[in-house]
């Protein structure tokens, strides 16, 4: 059996930073990589199965869309116990979106035939929530979103997992396989990879293959799949809101000095 | 030990090699932090070849800027070649920044946006701090500088001259604002909470401590001020305000005759303050060992002038956290805590494994347990056995290991383990462990985690670099690294 586990190298932002000149994203020299925090735990899962009873079988392949920075991100996960890693690209992937993305791990899910498919919830840069759930229905594979517990026998037909719904409520809900789930935080503990793990990850090789090696058709790649297209990222202009400081009594002051102001009394 | 000559001679080659197998791996790296811990004890021919990996690109400076454990000397010579705006705004941001990098800042960049990032940092040259207390119209820029720990007394007081209400309180909050300053700013305002700053001052004027305010606040603030006159502690003891009674009773200048009553307080804040004293007489221990707050109680037992006659009835209490704070009594007896290292709660018994002073049949039995609080107090406990130590440094829980690299007795053979912890965090500490031999360190030096190496690198960097000489420099310029040489390194 194999469970395929799809990640993203995501960005993260200091305090200040730049737009690029065309106005569309941050400029990169501002922006640190890591792996998706939701993505360690829809790992550890594949792998608490792989080593949990009757997971002897079990292959976990890691898999991304992405340019070489992340490499990085898959060596992470091989260092961790993960069977293959593979990276997606091509230079026409540069600015898909969500469904793109999802067009493309489809493809490779198509290829691989996995009896499970784990991603993230969301991704914490983007935020879209949409890649997993995308290649859901693009697969027509049943599914589970915002998973928080699986149940689930290796080779098994089916699995029971526990939804987190609003309110703090669950919802558990069996589900036939195979079957793309997302995983939310906190329904693991992820573990960190050792040395020699880590050590060896850096000599395992990584599968590279591009979208046509994938045969998927010319208008399902990069922009041409992709259902939304950014036109402008920027920094909204500052609120009216503001600090009031000084002694409370100063505060009140100013406080009431405002609201005349905003009725026109002052 | 005296060397021989050819002994000693080996050895300075030896720290050449090293040191420049550091600096060669500097060079190479893809991130410019190991070159940065490498570059305050490099000579300056030395430094010329780490500034390309250092300075080179933009995205490193970036990183470089806004990292608060860069050596000073990195940011002031980043501070000289800084080319842009957001740059030199991190740089001001950056706690580590020292005075010439900020006042390069200043001299090169825009100084209405660093002007309020410069006024907050505490390392700011002087003479910008005066030049803004002057000058600043700004009104974020003047209460940075107010609330700044680097202002001085008279830079405040030249703040305090220009009578802007809303700076007041905060002038009366910063610890360097002086006596003279505390009096013109009381006399200035009759506002409640900047008088109430100003008595709780360490300046504050003894003429201001000599009356009893009407005002709460102010009554809170002077029973706090350790020089406040006794008989108006003894005064403010009984006053109606409970949050005032309070204060008093935690401030060590109230006399204790004034404090019995406190004792007998109808509010329980006011009874713990009066537990946590140093100076409670035994007679009013007495009075609060039994008293029906627990927190009371657990105060009375972790406070060193409790007797051991009080703790005995303590260690019988049926709150677990009474009990733990008997076990961390200071004196504590050692009947006590071998009876509660026998308690039924883990809690109880883990603070008794966190104790130094543990007879070594105690420390064995807590070994025993399978709770991970008290595992990690036998590991962290000087007196566990290296045998055990070694079981605790493989423990599954990562709480329990860390413990074992806290411990300073841990012996070299354990921390060798340790030093391949999974944890980065956990690999960090190792290195800085006294017990780690050179040789171990050495083979950390390509720890795939950035923050171990650069504690790696910082370590031999601050023995290797000074003893580098001319030569080393030399063979830095001309990256004669001898392959075999290389290799021995593995042995040092």
Known sequence: MKILVTIKQVSSLDEDFEIREDGRDVDPDFLLHDLNEWDNYSLEEAMRLKEGPGGADIEVVVATVGPDSADEELRKCLAKGADRAIRVWSDELEECDAIAVSRVLAALARKEAPGLIFAGVQASDHAFGATGMAMAGLLGLPHAAVVAALDYEPGGKSATVRRELEGGTFASVRIDCPAVLTLQLGINTPRYASLRGIKQAAQRPIELLDPQALGMPADEIGTA?????????????????????????????????????FRGEA | MTRSPSSSSRSVASSQRHWLELLRRARGSDEPFSAAALYPDAGPQQRQLLEPRLFGARRDR???????????????????????????????RNPSAPAEALGQVWRDGARARLAPLLARHPNTPREILAELGEATTDLDTLCALCENTGSSSDILATVEQRRIPVLQRLLAVNLATDGPTLMALWRATDEEAVRAQILLHQHCPDALLRALPASPLERRCIARHARTPPALLAELARDAEVAVRRATTANPATPVAAIVASCFDTDEAVRRTVAARRDLP????????????????????????????????????HDLEVRRSVARHPACPESLLDRLSRDAAPWVQAAVAYRDDLPPAVVRRLARSSDVDVLAGVGRNPETAASRLARLAVHECADVRRAVILNRQTPRAILRVLRQDPYPLHRALAVDHPNLADADRWRMRDDPDIQVRYRVYHHFARQLGPAADATGDAAMQHEQYPHAAQEKMETI
């Open chain 1, 225 to 261: 799949g992709s259902l939304s297209r950014v036109r402008r990222m920027y920094v909204p202009e500052k609120g009216r809101a503001q600090m009031i400081a000084g002694t409370p009594a100063e505060q009140a002051a100013r406080l009431a000095q405002i609201i005349k102001e």
């Open chain 2, 62 to 92: 970036l990183l470089l800027a806004s990292a608060a454990f860069v050596a000073p000397a990195v940011l002031e010579r980043l501070a000289s070649v800084a080319d842009d705006e957001t740059l030199r705004v991190r740089l001001a």
């Open chain 2, 282 to 317: 035994i007679t009013l221990a007495a009075c609060l060992a039994d008293d029906s707050d627990t927190w009371v109680r657990r105060v009375l037992a972790r406070n060193p002038a409790c007797p051991s006659y009080l703790l005995e009835r303590s260690a019988a209490d």
